[in-house]
């Protein structure tokens, strides 16, 4: 039997953009290529960051460029009791306190938070977020497109955020209480995660989930070197042409796609790309991680 579960997780701050295309498409195709499972989760637990419409947008996007999910989608904004019950757990093992720290003080020892508020034992009435105590930091992990990869000491030793001031959960929590739920085997996305999964692999230790496989695809980056994103204005693929934009992705990827795919039909690119996936042809070094589109 096949347990290749894999998904793709996009937060409804705004379309699909180009940078998007590629972590959906590269998790997709090693699921497919694998004869997995891929699932699509909606990242919207950050209310002020997020658009309306946003999230059916992506969707729609996702089903035109025929990149077809399994099961349900599902939405972060409804596991939140759940998020709620892991927090209450780890706070009665004392893994979890509470922290008075604002920006800017941790802004003044270099922007590094020295888990200062750790022993404090502040008192739920002050203003507070709640951080995960790193006993052991996990200080590498081998990513199955890179091999070995060394996060930096000080942000794998950090005590981290799980619940914000402002009273939502931290990304970092939930997206790793919902790869347990959904029992994610591979999590195949973009590189400019690589330095926060140090942190995620420690959480699944401590809740004692067997470690998905982690791998990090190639940034697509603007002609500032910037990533490509919804902050810097990244253009909505939502209107672009399905099959050019997909072999360009492709060709991002380095997988070669034949140039007689490129005004080919969807189905038929897909087909052929599922089939040559071939991640050796990205992999590599740290500067070939982001590239300019
Ligand atoms: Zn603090």
Known sequence: MNTYRGRFAPSPSGPLHFGSLIAALGSWLDARHHKGK??????????????????DNILATLENFGLIWDGQVTYQSENQHHYQQVLLQLFDEQEVYRCTCTRKQ???????????CRDKQHSSKTDHSLRLKIHQPVTSFEDCYH??????????????????????????????VDDIEQQITHVIRGADLLET?????????????????????????NN????????????SIADAPVNETLWLALNFLKQSPPIELRKENTSLL?????????????????QFLHQYV
């Not at 941790?106 to 200062?116: A, H, K, V």
């Not at 500032?224 to 253009?235: D, E, F, I, M, W």
């Open 38 to 55: 891929w699932f699509v989760r909606i990242e919207d637990i950050d209310p002020p960051r997020e658009i309306a419409g946003a999230a």
């Open 270 to 286: 897909l087909d052929w790309a599922t089939q040559h996936w071939q991640p050796n042809k990205f992999k590599g070094k740290q």
């Open 106 to 116: 941790i802004q003044s020892s270099n922007g590094i938070y020295t888990n200062f």
């Open 147 to 176: 091999g070995h990869y060394n996060t930096a000491l000080h942000s794998a030793s950090e005590d981290f955020i799980v619940k914000r001031k402002d009273g939502f959960y931290a990304y970092m929590l939930a997206v790793v």
């Open 224 to 235: 500032q070197g910037l990533k490509l994103s919804k902050q810097n204005y990244a253009p």
């Open 197 to 221: 999964t140090s942190q995620q692999l420690y959480l699944f230790k401590l809740l004692k989930y067997s470690l998905p496989i982690f791998g990090h695809l190639p940034v697509a980056t």
